[in-house]
């Protein structure tokens, strides 16, 4: 069974920094793309970066050059790193692959205040 634990959200300033973990199990997670998707307040949930199984990365041109997508094979995890964060950037923010499993974590709220 799929399973996805997001960590690291909180309440940060604009300007700030967040860095966000997902550990994926049930899954092959050598060989899956993986996602970070945002949904923001009244939004529907929209894909923010993906990384291939190779490594390679693509972004919203929204988040390009803010946050970087890294995975770690050896342990089962993708992470998100947040700089230069802004309101807009709020939501609750969850992994899965790419395109996403069926299956969701609970996500993890970032807020950022301006």
């Known amino acids: 069974q799929v399973q996805l634990v997001e960590s690291g959200g909180g309440l940060v300033q604009a300007g700030g920094s967040l860095r966000l973990s997902c550990a994926a199990s049930?899954?092959?997670?050598?060989?899956?793309?993986m996602g970070w998707y945002r949904q923001a307040p009244g939004k529907q949930r929209e894909l923010v970066t993906s990384?291939?199984?190779?490594?390679?990365?693509n972004y919203l041109d929204s988040v390009l050059g803010r946050f970087t997508i890294s995975r770690d094979n050896a342990k089962n995890t993708v992470n998100l790193r947040m700089d230069s964060l802004k309101p807009e950037d709020t939501g609750v923010y969850y992994c899965?692959?790419?395109?996403?499993?069926?299956?969701w974590g609970q996500g993890t709220q970032v807020i950022v205040s301006s």
């Open positions: 899965n692959t790419n395109p996403p499993t069926g299956l």
């Open positions: 049930g899954i092959i997670f050598r060989l899956a793309a």
């Open positions: 990384i291939t199984r190779e490594g390679r990365a």
